[in-house]
């Protein structure tokens, strides 16, 4: 199983960037799926979490301005984010723990390479 997420960049306040999770070799049947991000001296913060069932739970402060958006042709799990703000500035992750592919399960914790998102005037 192989992450590769990709899509940072400097952005004005108020603007929006789409982060994309290519999961290898599919995202059909993932146990969970996440968005994380660490900033500068802090922890990794978890964003966004997507379980099996498609619910998906954000942390309060992304509430109301990130989606978690997907493509199951382009085995694509995205993360659109709108209104973003200085605080938003971090490296962003995907995680998928436990996936199913072709009568196999691959249990365990799974990262992409991190993205940088910045978000300055």
């Known amino acids: 199983v192989q992450l590769q997420a990709s899509g940072g960049g400097l952005v004005q306040p108020g603007g929006s960037l789409r982060l994309s999770c290519v999961v290898s070799?599919?995202?059909?049947?993932?146990?969970?799926m996440a968005w994380y991000r660490q900033a500068p001296g802090k922890q990794r913060e978890l964003v966004a979490v997507?379980?099996?069932?498609?619910?998906?739970n954000y942390v309060d402060s992304v509430k109301g301005r990130f989606t978690v958006p997907r493509d199951n042709a382009k085995n694509t799990v995205y993360l659109q984010m709108n209104s973003l703000k200085p605080e938003d500035t971090a490296v962003y992750y995907c995680?998928?723990?436990?996936?199913?592919?072709?009568?196999?399960?691959?249990?365990?914790?799974?990262w992409g390479q991190g993205t940088q998102v910045t978000v300055s005037s």
């Open positions: 070799p599919s995202i059909f049947s993932i146990d969970r």
């Open positions: 995680l998928v723990n436990g996936l199913y592919y072709s009568g196999t399960y691959y249990g365990s914790d799974y």
């Open positions: 997507v379980n099996s069932g498609g619910v998906i």
